[in-house]
């Protein structure tokens, strides 16, 4: 089983602090995803990486694909209490049609 | 990307009753899935619903406690039988239409049994 463990598991900050969300494994992955959930909704794709080394900004989100395709990292600029959610990393498994999920990120960003 | 209608938004049953929660796409897709979620943690993945035949089931989920259909390629259903407490918790569907492909949600059931 491909296990992908995400730290931190809670997260509360000011607005306008940087924070850096990890997603990291033992196993190789052709692939990751993030996902952002806010309460009462489903998730919500953010990135997908898949080149190792590749990196990816979405606004103040960067998102990193570590050069083995064993990890991958988050990094919010000047987090806003809009960016406060769920985030999940996830990757496929290389057998099967599933997705292996993270134990989520918190993120809390205070006014 | 696709849309998808999950209902009910919310339930509250009785122990020993079973609630029936539809998800409805507004495409064709390939796969299907049940998910089950604790408020603020991560997905746990119940089954695989295909298309003609009888769901795939994750370890520690079985058919008699969680029956799904999938008449066709936009429509499935899970049921949750026999409901006692610990079924308390947020179900999602979710679609895909290739291995390589992100998923996407409904908004999630969320289930409180009393």
């Known amino acids: 089983t491909q296990l992908l463990e995400q730290s931190p598991q809670f997260l509360s900050i000011q607005e306008g602090e940087n924070l850096t969300v990890y997603c990291n494994s033992s196993?190789?992955?052709?692939?990751l995803q993030w996902y952002r959930q806010e309460p009462g909704e489903g998730p919500v794709l953010l990135v997908t990486v898949v080149t190792g080394g590749e990196v990816k900004k979405l606004k103040r989100l960067t998102f990193q694909f570590g050069d083995a395709r064993k990890d991958s990292s988050l990094h919010i600029t000047a987090a806003q209490p809009g960016d406060t959610g769920l985030y999940l990393c996830?990757?496929?498994?290389?057998?099967?049609?599933?997705?292996?999920f993270g134990e989520g990120t918190q993120l809390t960003v205070n006014p | 990307s696709a849309v998808i209608s999950q209902k009910p938004s919310r339930d509250i049953c009785q122990r020993g009753t079973s609630l029936t929660i539809q998800c409805q796409v507004d495409?064709?897709?390939?796969?299907m899935f049940w998910y089950r979620q604790q408020p603020g943690q991560s997905l746990t993945l119940i089954a695989t619903a295909n298309q003609g035949s009888e769901a795939t089931y994750e370890s520690g989920f079985v058919i008699d406690k969680f029956p799904i259909s999938r008449p066709n390629l936009t429509f499935s259903t899970l049921t949750v039988s026999n409901l006692s407490p610990e079924d308390s918790s947020i179900y999602l569907c979710?679609?895909?239409?290739?291995?390589?492909?992100?998923?996407?949600f409904g908004n999630g059931t969320r289930l409180t049994v009393t």
């Open positions: 196993s190789v992955f052709s692939s």
């Open positions: 979710s679609v895909r239409q290739t291995y390589n492909s992100p998923l996407h």
């Open positions: 996830a990757g496929p498994e290389t057998s099967g049609s599933r997705l292996t």
């Open positions: 495409s064709q897709v390939t796969m």
